[in-house]
Structures are given as structure tokens and as C-alpha cells.
């Protein structure tokens, strides 16, 4: 049993006229095993492991009605399980969903598996989940392979997707907002992790950002200030942007790719961590106090910025004036002396002798430092 493919709409398509997901489950040898034949012991033990499908009515419309269909005659399949499953962890997790609907895909052995979402994230985790609880009941004959880590816990397993959901959820002056749009018929569509959500469509659509309107540009100069986010905004776009990843360590998890600070307002303390390479050796940490992470990704051509170099290799992107204005950077760190972002404006080659300036001075040095 493997889900084959995934899709995900996040307004009215061909199954619903909200949010769902549909999976493309392919049961295999399972196809033979409904409920009913799988017998008594796997319902019970489901049962068990999520007690809040005893309020799920299926066909019956009733609460007990999924059970009594999993327990009359040869039961139901393992696509329809998989589908009240994905609904109830959601539900566990605080979300309020109902829809689902499983079909025949036409193969044998393979169906159409579609659920309601709250959030696009939990609801996919809740599908995989939702398959690996399933795989872990079965009789141990029949498990497909490799389904199922050993070392697999299922209260584990539901409490990290509990946190895991909870961590995603909007906040309650964000989600009040959104009820709110619901009861007005306004749609809304969610934009980030956090609480930056679009309301309405086309020329009529308004952001907010918790409580904060589009209507001031508290929102744009917080998502300029995002390298993360601005990156994620123009790849929506179409726009080329470079392949990243958030880096937690202090340590960047492959020198010789571009690493670029999450939050531009924390960059200067690239200074800092520029002093902090005493042997330019390529384990030397990157990240210093000030800041919590980086963002490591793909080189792409420099249009218009400058970086700090490790050995030749790239280590850090300002970006924020043309390449060919040099700058006193080097001189300011070699001299101990923390700097704005704009006075470190020029390229910095890091190697075994220390900082070396590269290109002429563009700033003067600050007072009481003499002039290089």
C-alpha cells in the first residue's frame, strides 16, 4: 500500500468547493484484505488508537456509523479508512474538518482518496501518518514492507504531529479575522507559515499579517526584510531565484554554497562573525550570537551586491550595493570595529594571513582609526 501521487488544491476544484487533498492510493496485495476479512482485531485496535471515529457517521450519518461499516459484511477498504483517518487526526489536532470521499480510480487496487485540509502542511502529514498507522495494524504478514520503521511508536508518532500542527496554526487574532471572512463569504488563502494571508481575489484582494493591513507597508517592509520569504514570494512568480535551505547550526552544512542572512536587519553582524574567522579554516562557525540562522543555497551570478569569501569560496552576500564600489569593510573588521551595513559595502577575501582588503577605499575609516 503507497500513495502513488498527491495534489492539492487550495480552492474549489473538481472534488470540492473548499481546500482538499487528493491521493492516488495503489492498495496492491491489500486490495484482497477489506475490513471485514482483516476481522475484528484490526477495528478494535483502530478504535483504540483513535477513539474520536466512533463520532464519524460515514454513509450512516450517524455517530458509530463508520465503525458499523467496517464491521458489516466484507467492510470496506483500505483507501475509505485511510481517508476518515487523515479527517480524524486533523480533528485531534484542533482543526475543524469533515469531507472526504474515496473512489475506484479505475486500476484495480487503486483509488482516489480525498480529504478536507485546514492547513496545507498538516493536512499532508496527516495522510502520511494516517497510511503508516494503518500499515502498523495489519497482521504482520501482510505489512508491506519496510512500512513501518522498528522503532515506531504510534503515541509518539500522534504527539509530534499534534505539536507539529499546533506550531502551524494561525494565531487567534489571525484565525478570529479569517472566521470572520468565512462568515462574509470572503475567500482566503494563506501565504506563509506564519499569519500573512490574502483575502478575496484579483484587483479586490487585501493582505493582513496578524493584525495588520496591506493598507500600510508595515507588511512589504517586514517581507523585504525576510530573505527567506521574499526568496519563496518570487519563486511564486516565476521569477529565478536561487534553491536555499534554512541552516540552524552554527556551522554551514556545505562550505562553497552562498549563505545570505535570514533577516537583513540582523546583517550586521556579519563583522562579528567575520572576526570570528581566526584560522579562515572552512569549519569556522558562521553564525554568531546575534543571529539564529542563515540561509544556504545555490550560487547565482552576482548582478548586484558583494560577498565575503572563505578561501575563495563564497560565504556571505550583502547584496545591497553595486559590485563596483570597493569599500572599507576589510578595514573596519581588521580594526576590531563594528560596522553598518552600508559602510561594509565591498568584498572581503578571507584566507590563512586574515582579511585583506579588495578594491579601493570608498569610505573613510571611522574617527580616531587612521585612513588606509
Request: net charge neutral.
Amino acid at each position: 500500500m503507497r500513495i502513488v501521487d498527491r495534489s492539492v488544491y487550495v480552492g474549489p476544484s473538481l472534488y470540492a468547493r473548499f481546500p482538499v487533498i487528493r491521493l492516488e492510493l495503489d492498495l496492491g496485495a491489500l486490495e484482497a484484505w477489506p475490513t471485514g476479512r482483516l476481522g475484528r482485531a484490526f477495528v478494535d485496535a483502530l478504535a483504540s488508537a483513535l477513539p474520536g471515529l466512533s463520532e464519524h457517521g460515514c454513509s450512516y450519518r450517524e455517530p458509530g456509523g463508520f465503525f458499523r461499516r467496517m464491521r458489516e459484511d466484507d467492510g470496506t477498504w483500505l483507501g475509505h479508512v485511510l481517508e476518515h483517518v487523515a479527517i480524524e487526526l486533523q480533528n485531534m489536532a484542533g482543526e475543524e474538518v469533515t469531507f472526504g470521499k474515496t473512489r475506484a480510480a479505475g486500476a484495480p487496487g487503486v483509488y482516489t482518496v480525498v480529504y478536507e485540509y485546514a492547513q496545507r502542511d498538516e493536512g499532508i502529514a496527516a495522510g502520511e501518518l494516517g497510511l503508516k498507522l494503518l500499515c502498523s495494524l495489519l497482521p504482520v504478514d501482510i505489512r508491506p514492507a519496510e512500512s513501518v520503521p522498528g522503532d515506531w511508536s504510534w503515541a509518539e508518532a500522534r504527539d509530534e504531529f499534534i505539536r507539529f500542527a499546533q506550531r502551524r496554526a494561525l494565531g487567534p487574532s489571525t484565525s478570529a479575522l479569517v472566521r470572520a471572512a468565512e462568515r462574509h463569504d470572503i475567500p482566503w488563502l494563506r501565504l506563509n507559515d506564519q499569519s500573512l494571508v490574502q483575502l478575496g481575489h484579483g484587483k479586490y484582494q487585501q493582505r493582513i499579517q496578524a493584525t495588520v493591513t496591506s493598507r500600510t507597508s508595515h507588511i512589504a517592509v517586514e517581507l523585504a526584510s525576510d530573505k527567506e520569504e521574499t526568496n519563496k514570494i518570487l519563486a511564486t512568480l516565476g521569477l529565478p531565484v536561487p534553491k536555499q535551505e534554512l541552516v540552524q547550526s552554527e556551522k554551514l552544512r556545505a562550505i562553497g554554497t552562498l549563505a545570505r542572512f535570514r533577516d537583513a536587519r540582523a546583517i550586521d553582524a556579519l563583522t562579528e562573525a567575520l572576526l570570528d574567522q581566526n584560522d579562515g579554516s572552512p569549519g569556522a562557525a558562521l553564525a554568531p550570537k546575534r543571529f539564529a540562522s542563515a540561509l544556504a543555497g545555490e550560487e547565482m551570478p552576482v548582478i548586484d551586491g558583494e560577498r565575503a569569501l572563505l578561501n575563495d569560496r563564497p560565504l556571505v552576500d550583502t547584496r545591497l550595493q553595486p559590485p563596483d564600489a570597493a569599500g572599507a569593510a576589510a578595514a573596519c573588521v581588521a580594526s576590531g570595529v563594528r560596522v553598518g551595513v552600508r559602510a561594509c559595502s565591498g568584498p572581503v577575501r578571507l584566507g590563512p594571513g586574515g582579511p585583506e582588503p579588495a578594491g579601493r577605499e570608498r569610505h573613510r575609516a571611522p574617527a580616531g582609526l587612521p585612513d588606509r
